[in-house]
């Protein structure tokens, strides 16, 4: 089992920063996905457990970067550029049946409380 606890969220002006955090109580294949109202949850951005191999949907690509620290088992989601359609709840999840569906949501087994994130025009 893998315990997950997101941090970082807030409210931010458009085109400014933020970094969520991901504290997970073992070392994983960890993703973070994003529900905005109204809307399905999607994929933004996933790690491999060495950090050798990072993915990023389109939209945040450019903008978006993750990366972890193992020796704090902590991935950590650096947001620049932020945008009002960034908006949403933002989800870490990790242990997938199978890191190569790291897009679809239904392979993770394990997933945060979600953290806030607010992008005021």
């Known amino acids: 089992q893998v315990r997950l606890e997101e941090h970082g969220g807030g409210l931010v002006q458009a085109g400014g920063s933020l970094r969520l955090s991901c504290a997970a109580s073992r070392r994983s294949f960890v993703a973070w996905f994003r529900q905005a109202p109204g809307k399905e949850r999607e994929f933004v951005s996933a790690?491999?457990?060495?950090?050798?191999?990072?993915y990023y949907t389109d939209s945040v690509k450019g903008r978006f970067t993750i990366s972890r620290d193992n020796a704090k088992n902590t991935v950590y989601l650096q947001m620049s550029g932020l945008k009002p359609d960034d908006t949403a709840v933002y989800y870490c999840?990790?242990?997938?049946?199978?890191?190569?569906?790291?897009?679809?949501?239904?392979?993770?087994?394990?997933w945060g409380q979600g953290t806030q994130v607010t992008v005021a025009s």
């Open positions: 790690i491999t457990w060495s950090g050798g191999s990072t």
């Open positions: 999840a990790a242990g997938p049946t199978s890191s190569s569906y790291y897009s679809d949501g239904s392979t993770y087994s394990y």
